[in-house]
Protein backbone atom coordinates (compact mmCIF):
# COMPACT_ATOMS: atom_id res chain seq x y z
CA UNK A 1 0.00 0.00 0.00
CA UNK A 2 1.52 2.95 -1.24
CA UNK A 3 0.72 7.03 0.03
CA UNK A 4 0.52 10.17 -2.28
CA UNK A 5 -0.91 13.18 -2.34
CA UNK A 6 -4.22 13.98 -4.12
CA UNK A 7 -2.43 15.17 -7.56
CA UNK A 8 -0.56 11.22 -7.37
CA UNK A 9 2.71 13.06 -8.12
CA UNK A 10 4.58 12.41 -4.94
CA UNK A 11 5.22 9.48 -2.58
CA UNK A 12 4.42 10.45 0.84
CA UNK A 13 5.39 7.65 2.96
CA UNK A 14 6.52 3.78 1.99
CA UNK A 15 4.87 0.96 3.08
CA UNK A 16 6.26 -0.33 6.38
CA UNK A 17 7.21 -3.76 7.39
CA UNK A 18 4.82 -5.68 9.75
CA UNK A 19 6.53 -5.78 13.15
CA UNK A 20 3.95 -8.51 14.80
CA UNK A 21 2.81 -11.51 14.48
CA UNK A 22 -0.82 -12.03 12.32
CA UNK A 23 -3.93 -12.21 13.75
CA UNK A 24 -6.12 -14.38 12.97
CA UNK A 25 -8.95 -14.41 15.60
CA UNK A 26 -9.67 -10.66 14.31
CA UNK A 27 -11.00 -11.98 10.96
CA UNK A 28 -14.22 -13.25 12.69
CA UNK A 29 -14.98 -10.46 14.27
CA UNK A 30 -14.32 -8.02 11.29
CA UNK A 31 -16.70 -10.79 9.24
CA UNK A 32 -19.34 -9.94 12.21
CA UNK A 33 -19.21 -6.44 12.34
CA UNK A 34 -19.27 -6.29 8.65
CA UNK A 35 -22.40 -8.82 8.83
CA UNK A 36 -24.26 -6.85 11.54
CA UNK A 37 -23.88 -3.56 9.61
CA UNK A 38 -25.34 -4.96 6.35
CA UNK A 39 -28.49 -6.80 8.06
CA UNK A 40 -29.09 -3.46 10.46
CA UNK A 41 -29.95 -1.80 6.95
CA UNK A 42 -31.45 -4.57 5.10
CA UNK A 43 -33.47 -5.92 8.38
CA UNK A 44 -36.55 -5.34 10.45
CA UNK A 45 -35.38 -7.06 13.23
CA UNK A 46 -34.87 -5.92 16.49
CA UNK A 47 -31.40 -5.20 17.57
CA UNK A 48 -30.54 -7.97 20.07
CA UNK A 49 -32.44 -10.47 17.57
CA UNK A 50 -29.91 -9.23 14.94
CA UNK A 51 -27.08 -9.86 17.41
CA UNK A 52 -28.09 -13.15 18.44
CA UNK A 53 -28.17 -14.58 15.29
CA UNK A 54 -25.28 -13.31 13.77
CA UNK A 55 -23.62 -14.83 17.08
CA UNK A 56 -24.87 -18.18 16.21
CA UNK A 57 -22.10 -19.30 14.18
CA UNK A 58 -19.00 -16.96 15.46
CA UNK A 59 -15.63 -19.47 16.29
CA UNK A 60 -15.23 -19.68 19.67
CA UNK A 61 -11.91 -19.36 19.47
CA UNK A 62 -11.69 -16.06 18.54
CA UNK A 63 -14.02 -14.79 21.60
CA UNK A 64 -11.35 -12.92 22.88
CA UNK A 65 -11.40 -10.16 20.50
CA UNK A 66 -15.32 -9.82 20.39
CA UNK A 67 -16.47 -6.55 21.49
CA UNK A 68 -18.63 -6.10 24.41
CA UNK A 69 -22.48 -7.05 23.55
CA UNK A 70 -23.08 -3.11 23.94
CA UNK A 71 -20.81 -1.72 21.75
CA UNK A 72 -21.85 -4.69 19.14
CA UNK A 73 -25.24 -3.46 19.71
CA UNK A 74 -24.76 0.38 19.44
CA UNK A 75 -23.00 -0.16 16.66
CA UNK A 76 -26.15 -1.86 14.73
CA UNK A 77 -28.39 1.05 15.91
CA UNK A 78 -25.69 3.54 14.74
CA UNK A 79 -25.92 2.36 11.33
CA UNK A 80 -29.69 1.90 11.13
CA UNK A 81 -29.54 6.04 12.56
CA UNK A 82 -26.91 7.11 9.47
CA UNK A 83 -28.67 8.00 6.78
CA UNK A 84 -27.55 6.08 3.32
CA UNK A 85 -28.80 9.38 1.23
CA UNK A 86 -30.84 12.65 1.84
CA UNK A 87 -31.81 13.13 -1.56
CA UNK A 88 -34.55 11.68 -3.30
CA UNK A 89 -32.48 11.79 -6.54
CA UNK A 90 -30.58 8.72 -5.20
CA UNK A 91 -34.01 6.90 -4.60
CA UNK A 92 -33.82 3.58 -6.43
CA UNK A 93 -35.40 3.31 -9.83
CA UNK A 94 -37.48 0.39 -8.22
CA UNK A 95 -38.48 2.53 -5.37
CA UNK A 96 -39.51 5.24 -7.98
CA UNK A 97 -42.35 2.79 -9.13
CA UNK A 98 -44.90 0.89 -7.33
CA UNK A 99 -44.49 -3.26 -6.96
CA UNK A 100 -47.20 -3.41 -10.51
CA UNK A 101 -44.99 -1.01 -12.06
CA UNK A 102 -47.01 1.91 -11.91
CA UNK A 103 -45.21 5.70 -11.09
CA UNK A 104 -45.20 6.03 -7.83
CA UNK A 105 -42.42 8.90 -7.49
CA UNK A 106 -45.22 11.88 -7.82
CA UNK A 107 -43.23 15.15 -7.03
CA UNK A 108 -40.26 15.66 -5.46
CA UNK A 109 -38.18 18.63 -4.20
CA UNK A 110 -35.50 19.10 -1.44
CA UNK A 111 -37.80 19.66 1.09
CA UNK A 112 -40.98 17.15 -0.38
CA UNK A 113 -42.04 14.12 -1.84
CA UNK A 114 -45.62 12.56 -2.54
CA UNK A 115 -46.11 9.33 -3.03
CA UNK A 116 -48.63 7.82 -5.10
CA UNK A 117 -50.26 6.96 -8.34
CA UNK A 118 -52.56 8.15 -11.22
CA UNK A 119 -54.84 5.18 -10.21
CA UNK A 120 -55.39 5.92 -6.16
CA UNK A 121 -55.46 9.57 -7.44
CA UNK A 122 -58.70 8.90 -9.44
CA UNK A 123 -59.97 6.91 -6.27
CA UNK A 124 -59.29 9.86 -3.89
CA UNK A 125 -60.60 12.17 -6.27
CA UNK A 126 -64.05 10.15 -6.66
CA UNK A 127 -64.68 9.55 -2.93
CA UNK A 128 -66.56 12.72 -1.38
CA UNK A 129 -65.00 12.04 2.25
CA UNK A 130 -61.34 12.62 2.89
CA UNK A 131 -59.74 12.19 6.13
CA UNK A 132 -55.98 13.49 6.52
CA UNK A 133 -53.02 13.07 9.64
CA UNK A 134 -49.58 13.57 10.29
CA UNK A 135 -46.86 11.83 11.98
CA UNK A 136 -43.32 12.39 13.56
CA UNK A 137 -42.12 8.83 14.62
CA UNK A 138 -41.61 7.54 11.26
CA UNK A 139 -40.34 10.58 9.39
CA UNK A 140 -36.74 10.83 8.26
CA UNK A 141 -34.53 13.22 10.17
CA UNK A 142 -34.47 15.40 6.53
CA UNK A 143 -38.25 15.92 6.38
CA UNK A 144 -40.48 17.59 8.89
CA UNK A 145 -43.75 14.85 8.60
CA UNK A 146 -44.93 12.02 7.14
CA UNK A 147 -48.40 13.28 6.06
CA UNK A 148 -51.12 11.18 4.26
CA UNK A 149 -54.58 11.95 3.05
CA UNK A 150 -57.04 8.71 3.17
CA UNK A 151 -60.55 8.32 1.10
CA UNK A 152 -64.03 6.56 2.30
CA UNK A 153 -64.88 4.05 -0.03
CA UNK A 154 -67.93 2.82 1.26
CA UNK A 155 -67.76 2.17 5.06
CA UNK A 156 -63.88 1.33 4.73
CA UNK A 157 -61.11 3.86 5.14
CA UNK A 158 -58.45 3.40 2.65
CA UNK A 159 -55.42 5.31 2.96
CA UNK A 160 -54.51 7.12 -0.97
CA UNK A 161 -52.52 9.69 -1.36
CA UNK A 162 -54.46 18.26 -7.56
CA UNK A 163 -56.91 19.40 -10.82
CA UNK A 164 -60.94 18.62 -10.29
CA UNK A 165 -60.70 17.39 -6.79
CA UNK A 166 -63.90 18.31 -4.85
CA UNK A 167 -64.63 16.45 -1.84
CA UNK A 168 -67.47 17.53 0.32
CA UNK A 169 -65.41 17.00 3.43
CA UNK A 170 -62.36 16.76 4.64
CA UNK A 171 -61.43 15.46 8.60
CA UNK A 172 -57.79 16.43 9.84
CA UNK A 173 -56.47 16.93 13.01
CA UNK A 174 -56.01 20.97 14.61
CA UNK A 175 -52.76 21.85 13.30
CA UNK A 176 -52.56 25.32 12.07
CA UNK A 177 -50.66 24.82 9.08
CA UNK A 178 -53.27 22.24 7.88
CA UNK A 179 -56.13 24.18 8.81
CA UNK A 180 -54.48 27.11 6.35
CA UNK A 181 -53.97 24.92 3.53
CA UNK A 182 -56.86 23.07 3.55
CA UNK A 183 -59.32 26.39 3.67
CA UNK A 184 -56.90 28.15 0.79
CA UNK A 185 -57.19 24.62 -1.69
CA UNK A 186 -60.16 23.44 -0.78
CA UNK A 187 -62.24 26.64 -0.51
CA UNK A 188 -65.86 24.72 -1.25
CA UNK A 189 -65.08 21.35 1.39
CA UNK A 190 -66.59 21.50 4.75
CA UNK A 191 -63.38 20.86 6.93
CA UNK A 192 -63.83 19.25 10.32
CA UNK A 193 -61.57 18.64 13.19
CA UNK A 194 -60.91 14.99 14.62
CA UNK A 195 -62.63 13.86 17.49
CA UNK A 196 -59.69 11.85 18.99
CA UNK A 197 -57.41 15.04 18.33
CA UNK A 198 -59.86 17.25 20.64
CA UNK A 199 -59.86 14.90 23.29
CA UNK A 200 -55.95 14.62 23.11
CA UNK A 201 -55.90 18.61 22.91
CA UNK A 202 -58.11 18.67 26.16
CA UNK A 203 -55.78 15.89 27.95
CA UNK A 204 -52.74 17.28 27.62
CA UNK A 205 -53.94 20.72 29.57
CA UNK A 206 -55.72 18.64 32.31
CA UNK A 207 -52.08 17.38 32.76
CA UNK A 208 -50.18 20.65 31.75
CA UNK A 209 -52.81 22.52 34.58
CA UNK A 210 -51.65 19.75 37.23
CA UNK A 211 -55.17 18.44 37.28
CA UNK A 212 -54.70 14.84 35.93
CA UNK A 213 -54.82 13.16 39.28
CA UNK A 214 -57.89 14.51 40.29
CA UNK A 215 -59.35 13.93 36.98
CA UNK A 216 -58.42 10.04 37.58
CA UNK A 217 -59.74 10.04 41.54
CA UNK A 218 -62.65 12.57 41.61
CA UNK A 219 -65.73 10.76 39.32
CA UNK A 220 -67.68 14.28 39.11
CA UNK A 221 -64.64 16.49 38.00
CA UNK A 222 -64.19 13.65 35.27
CA UNK A 223 -67.33 13.84 34.18
CA UNK A 224 -67.14 17.20 33.83
CA UNK A 225 -64.34 17.17 32.08
CA UNK A 226 -65.75 14.73 29.72
CA UNK A 227 -69.14 17.19 29.08
CA UNK A 228 -66.55 19.57 28.02
CA UNK A 229 -65.78 17.38 24.78
CA UNK A 230 -69.66 16.29 24.77
CA UNK A 231 -70.16 20.17 23.68
CA UNK A 232 -69.19 18.67 20.08
CA UNK A 233 -72.43 16.88 19.94
CA UNK A 234 -74.62 20.32 20.38
CA UNK A 235 -76.00 21.80 18.05
CA UNK A 236 -73.86 24.72 16.99
CA UNK A 237 -76.47 27.21 18.04
CA UNK A 238 -76.38 25.98 21.30
CA UNK A 239 -72.97 25.18 22.27
CA UNK A 240 -72.38 28.71 24.09
CA UNK A 241 -74.92 27.89 26.73
CA UNK A 242 -73.80 24.36 26.77
CA UNK A 243 -70.03 25.67 28.07
CA UNK A 244 -71.61 28.36 30.56
CA UNK A 245 -73.64 25.12 32.13
CA UNK A 246 -70.89 23.22 32.29
CA UNK A 247 -68.77 25.78 33.79
CA UNK A 248 -71.17 25.73 36.02
CA UNK A 249 -70.82 21.99 36.97
CA UNK A 250 -67.44 22.57 38.37
CA UNK A 251 -67.46 23.55 42.27
CA UNK A 252 -64.15 23.86 43.32
CA UNK A 253 -60.74 26.90 41.52
CA UNK A 254 -58.72 23.61 40.26
CA UNK A 255 -60.52 24.21 37.10
CA UNK A 256 -60.53 27.69 36.26
CA UNK A 257 -57.20 27.40 34.59
CA UNK A 258 -58.28 24.73 32.82
CA UNK A 259 -62.06 26.16 31.65
CA UNK A 260 -59.87 29.66 31.03
CA UNK A 261 -58.12 27.37 28.24
CA UNK A 262 -60.94 25.93 26.89
CA UNK A 263 -63.08 29.05 26.86
CA UNK A 264 -59.78 31.09 25.02
CA UNK A 265 -59.36 28.10 22.70
CA UNK A 266 -62.86 26.50 21.85
CA UNK A 267 -65.42 29.22 22.69
CA UNK A 268 -64.38 32.88 22.56
CA UNK A 269 -63.84 34.96 25.42
CA UNK A 270 -66.87 37.29 26.34
CA UNK A 271 -66.02 40.85 24.83
CA UNK A 272 -65.13 43.47 27.73
CA UNK A 273 -67.30 45.99 26.22
CA UNK A 274 -70.60 45.05 24.73
CA UNK A 275 -72.36 41.66 24.08
CA UNK A 276 -70.73 38.38 22.32
CA UNK A 277 -67.40 36.65 22.08
CA UNK A 278 -64.51 37.49 20.73
CA UNK A 279 -63.22 34.76 17.86
CA UNK A 280 -61.62 31.54 19.62
CA UNK A 281 -58.21 29.74 18.23
CA UNK A 282 -60.74 27.35 16.51
CA UNK A 283 -64.17 28.38 15.57
CA UNK A 284 -66.47 26.14 16.82
CA UNK A 285 -67.65 24.70 13.31
CA UNK A 286 -64.47 23.38 13.02
CA UNK A 287 -65.04 20.96 16.15
CA UNK A 288 -68.55 20.45 16.11
CA UNK A 289 -70.09 17.19 14.70
CA UNK A 290 -73.85 17.07 15.78
CA UNK A 291 -74.86 17.62 11.78
CA UNK A 292 -71.93 15.29 11.13
CA UNK A 293 -73.47 12.46 13.29
CA UNK A 294 -77.30 13.39 12.00
CA UNK A 295 -75.77 12.78 8.49
CA UNK A 296 -74.07 9.25 9.45
CA UNK A 297 -70.59 10.49 9.06
CA UNK A 298 -67.29 9.35 10.55
CA UNK A 299 -66.67 11.52 13.39
CA UNK A 300 -62.70 10.39 14.75
CA UNK A 301 -60.00 9.72 12.36
CA UNK A 302 -59.83 6.25 14.69
CA UNK A 303 -59.34 4.54 11.32
CA UNK A 304 -55.92 6.66 10.02
CA UNK A 305 -54.70 6.59 13.65
CA UNK A 306 -54.72 3.21 13.51
CA UNK A 307 -53.02 2.51 10.44
CA UNK A 308 -50.48 5.17 11.69
CA UNK A 309 -49.51 3.46 14.41
CA UNK A 310 -49.98 -0.26 12.71
CA UNK A 311 -47.68 1.52 10.01
CA UNK A 312 -45.35 2.31 12.60
CA UNK A 313 -44.63 -0.41 14.25
CA UNK A 314 -44.43 -2.22 10.35
CA UNK A 315 -41.41 0.57 9.80
CA UNK A 316 -40.23 -0.88 13.80
CA UNK A 317 -37.47 2.12 13.52
CA UNK A 318 -38.04 5.64 14.47
CA UNK A 319 -36.89 8.23 11.94
CA UNK A 320 -35.40 5.75 9.16
CA UNK A 321 -33.43 6.88 5.90
CA UNK A 322 -35.80 7.54 2.98
CA UNK A 323 -35.00 4.30 1.26
CA UNK A 324 -36.52 2.70 4.08
CA UNK A 325 -39.45 4.75 4.05
CA UNK A 326 -40.20 4.56 0.91
CA UNK A 327 -39.43 1.05 0.49
CA UNK A 328 -42.32 0.31 3.41
CA UNK A 329 -44.97 2.93 1.62
CA UNK A 330 -44.89 0.70 -1.68
CA UNK A 331 -45.76 -2.27 0.50
CA UNK A 332 -48.51 -0.36 2.13
CA UNK A 333 -49.74 0.63 -1.50
CA UNK A 334 -49.14 -2.77 -3.02
CA UNK A 335 -51.56 -4.28 -0.04
CA UNK A 336 -54.29 -1.49 -0.47
CA UNK A 337 -54.47 -1.60 -4.15
CA UNK A 338 -55.87 -5.28 -3.20
CA UNK A 339 -58.20 -3.80 -0.70
CA UNK A 340 -59.56 -2.05 -2.92
CA UNK A 341 -59.86 -4.29 -5.95
CA UNK A 342 -61.67 -6.57 -3.23
CA UNK A 343 -63.97 -3.36 -2.36
CA UNK A 344 -64.95 -2.54 -6.14
CA UNK A 345 -65.68 -6.41 -7.24
CA UNK A 346 -68.45 -6.14 -3.94
CA UNK A 347 -66.84 -7.84 -1.15
CA UNK A 348 -67.59 -7.39 2.06
CA UNK A 349 -65.52 -4.79 3.67
CA UNK A 350 -63.75 -5.20 7.17
CA UNK A 351 -66.79 -4.63 9.83
CA UNK A 352 -66.14 -2.22 12.80
CA UNK A 353 -65.67 -3.64 15.85
CA UNK A 354 -68.79 -4.38 18.01
CA UNK A 355 -68.34 -2.59 21.24
CA UNK A 356 -67.27 1.13 18.51
CA UNK A 357 -70.27 0.02 16.30
CA UNK A 358 -72.73 0.09 19.56
CA UNK A 359 -70.62 3.35 20.88
CA UNK A 360 -71.22 4.84 17.58
CA UNK A 361 -75.01 3.53 17.93
CA UNK A 362 -75.48 5.14 21.11
CA UNK A 363 -74.13 8.45 20.34
CA UNK A 364 -76.33 8.74 17.13
CA UNK A 365 -79.50 7.68 19.44
CA UNK A 366 -78.87 10.25 21.87
CA UNK A 367 -78.36 12.70 19.19
CA UNK A 368 -81.42 12.25 17.91
CA UNK A 369 -83.11 12.79 21.14
CA UNK A 370 -81.42 16.18 21.28
CA UNK A 371 -83.77 18.12 23.88
CA UNK A 372 -82.71 21.81 23.81
CA UNK A 373 -84.65 22.08 27.43
CA UNK A 374 -82.51 19.45 28.71
CA UNK A 375 -79.01 20.35 27.93
CA UNK A 376 -77.56 19.15 31.30
CA UNK A 377 -78.79 16.04 31.39
CA UNK A 378 -77.95 15.14 27.31
CA UNK A 379 -74.03 16.51 28.01
CA UNK A 380 -73.92 14.18 31.05
CA UNK A 381 -74.98 11.54 28.87
CA UNK A 382 -72.69 11.99 26.21
CA UNK A 383 -69.69 12.44 28.46
CA UNK A 384 -69.90 8.97 29.98
CA UNK A 385 -70.00 7.43 26.17
CA UNK A 386 -66.51 9.20 25.62
CA UNK A 387 -62.94 9.13 26.58
CA UNK A 388 -59.78 11.13 26.65
Not at 280 to 285: A, K, L, M, S
Not at 320 to 330: D, F, G, M, N, V
Request: with cysteine; glycine share 4%.
Amino acid sequence: RCHTNPSMDSFLSQPTDHNHAPNPERIPVIELNNKIKARAVISEESTSTILHSSLRTFPLSATSELPRTEMLMQTIRRQRQTPITTSTDQLSGDLRKTYRGEEFLLHEEEHMIIFTTKSNLTALKQSKHWFADGTFKVCPNDFYQLFTLHALMTSTIIPLCMDDFRPETILSDFESGTIKTIKEMLPNTTHKGCLFHFGQCVWRQVQSKGVSTKYQEDENFRLNVKMLIGLAFLPLSDVITGFDLVAGEFNDDDADDLLDYFERTWIGEPKRRGVGRKKPQFDIPLWNFYDRVMANLPRPNNSVEGWHNAFANRVTVAHPTIQKLAEKIRCEQSKFEVDIAHLLQGHQPKSKKTCHRKLDERIARLVRDYDPLRISQYLKSIAVNVSL
